[in-house]
């Protein structure tokens, strides 16, 4: 076939400024209280909060902090094994496919059967995420996987404690680790979740300098209260630097598309005169 010549950019548009051209404007999501003044700063929206249909029973345990990898892995395989040898569903969800396949490859070694999604054939997948609230259950998914499909309990399962959720890392916003939560205990079920989180993760690597991050190592080993409430205020802050960045880039994008629409607002027939 004939080359064509390299494609040409002839317009560009911002999400903010597309959402912006809409006269109604509006939406649902169960994580939106975080970004309430965001939405409200960009689009003049304000965010009400809903009650539930039923009450909550969701159960959220402490986080367990780590100073390295091969520790948090190993409490999150036991925690795994300990839920399994009750019986009750358990669902892992990973922030990436190689920490699917490293969970996967640990909870092989124990010889303990369990289902792996990787956000690759969707269709297939809801099936399947469908049936992690069955009785004895082990889903390990990544986070894009299967999502939007509801899970049911299978019989006896609300007994034991409904579905258990183990996040494998933090998220770089909270409101992730809350959809993640919010897969356990829907519609007044029983449900229970917990985050396990190392100083060597992806997100505390990237925004924690690595004197702090010692340092918490250092602190973490004298296994105390005061040790665990330094680590939790690192984690929380290495949330919240991404979020407050990705807030600054998003209201510089509102302030060029504000710019480009003073300076580019003139009709074709205003040119000449």
Request: aromatic share 8%; with cysteine; net charge positive.
């Amino acid at each position: 076939i004939t080359v064509t010549a390299p494609s040409e950019t002839l317009a560009r548009l911002s999400f903010q400024r597309f959402f912006r051209f809409f006269h109604r404007l509006a939406g649902m999501t169960g994580t939106a209280k975080e970004a309430s003044g965001e939405l409200w700063h960009i689009y003049g929206l304000p965010v009400v909060s809903i009650p539930p249909n039923r009450p909550c029973q969701r159960k959220i345990y402490p986080r367990r902090i780590f100073a390295e990898q091969e520790p948090k892995w190993q409490a999150i395989v036991q925690e795994v094994a300990e839920r399994h040898a009750m019986g009750q569903p358990v669902l892992v969800g990973t922030r990436s496919v190689r920490a699917s396949e490293e969970l996967s490859a640990r909870l092989h070694k124990l010889g303990l059967s369990f289902r792996v999604l990787n956000a690759i054939r969707h269709r297939e997948e809801a099936g399947i995420i469908a049936q992690a609230g069955e009785r004895g259950s082990i889903t390990v998914a990544t986070n894009m996987a299967g999502r939007g499909t509801d899970i049911r309990l299978g019989t006896g399962v609300p007994r034991l404690g409904g579905l258990h959720v183990i996040a494998t890392e933090c998220h770089e916003a909270p409101r992730i680790d809350r959809q993640l939560f919010g897969r356990c205990a829907r519609q007044g079920d029983p449900g229970s979740a917990r985050s396990f989180v190392s100083l060597e993760d992806e997100l505390l690597c990237r925004y924690v300098p690595a004197p702090a991050r010692n340092s918490i190592k250092n602190v973490l080993r004298l296994r105390g209260f005061a040790s665990t409430w330094a680590a939790e205020q690192i984690v929380r802050w290495a949330q919240r630097r991404p979020q407050s960045m990705a807030f600054h880039r998003r209201k510089t994008v509102l302030r060029t598309d504000t710019w480009l629409d003073d300076s580019l607002s003139f009709a074709p027939g205003d040119v000449g005169s």
